[in-house]
């Protein structure tokens, strides 16, 4: 059988909660000419779902807000009487840029549409299907990374606490995280910093950052349970990568325990590498030291 071809799909929304579509070009050969589409398009090789998301909007209309995985559809359409059938990859962002305001490099032009503009309008590909399901589910807010204040240390700690309670007995030997205190916390934060996640206003995550000799080093990367498998691990791990270029870093590192190989595949989706695993010094777990080189910014 042969292989489904893999897409993305970018749903921003501004904030009366309306969807940026793109109208397609009305040239005779291509399908769907003059029918609405998502913004998005095919993952090339290599390409994680992540890479091609924010790849694919940069081209399209140079836009780089953050970026939350919202779900995976398995998508049929007909095209000439003959069914087609695609996986695709959606996420979702928010924007507050006018319609009018985004430069445009594919298509006749954009528009915010909302539940109704989606009953009138053509969609390519049946793409409305996947509009219908966006509005029915209203995915979440994409998470807001602010830096920790040294009076914000009680909070990065308590969020610290009640994340890695899951492994309270678990990991042997025993996480750190479950036995450190208010105060080891502050002056953690003081060899570096801390940052928090928000959904809205609610505190979701928060993660801790050193500043090393030749890196910027993370840890404690901790996500509520509640608020799991929304990005905001991967959210904050590129907001870090913003504090480490802020503070003159060309690399970044972790340490995660090889135990936790969902924890592992999270880093290397994002590019991080294994250079080095080793025994843990408690007890019979290994650590792996998980790098990644910060590619230099573009000057665009």
Known sequence: MAERPRTVSIFLRNAEGKVLA?????????????????????????????????????????????LAFWRRFDHRFWLNGTPADVEIFCY????????????LHEGQRVAYLDADDINRLPFAF????????????????????????????????????????????????????????????QAAMQQGGAVLAWMGDTPAASAR?????????????????????????KAIMRYMEQVARQHGYSRIHVGVRMSLPANVALYQSLGYEIVEIVDHPKGPDRIGTLVKELPEESSQ
């Open 22 to 66: 793109q109208l397609r070009d009305d040239k005779p050969g291509i399908p769907f000419p003059a029918h609405w589409s998502t913004l998005g398009g095919a993952i090339e090789d290599g390409e994680t779902p992540d890479e091609a998301a924010r790849r694919e909007l940069l081209e399209e209309t140079e836009l780089t807000p953050p």
């Open 92 to 103: 979702v962002g928010e924007t507050a840029i006018s319609a009018g305001d985004i430069r």
């Open 126 to 185: 049946s793409l409305d299907q996947l509009f219908r399901a966006f509005f029915a589910e209203q995915p979440g807010l994409i998470p807001r990374i602010t830096p920790a204040a040294p009076d914000d240390a009680p909070l990065v700690h308590r969020i610290m606490r009640e994340s890695f309670a899951e492994y309270d007995g678990v990991l042997q030997p025993q996480s750190g995280a479950n036995r450190e205190t208010l105060e080891d916390v």
């Open 209 to 233: 950052y050193r500043l090393d000799d030749d890196a910027l080093y993370v840890g404690r990367v901790s996500v509520l349970p509640a608020y799991r498998r929304r990005g905001i691990g």
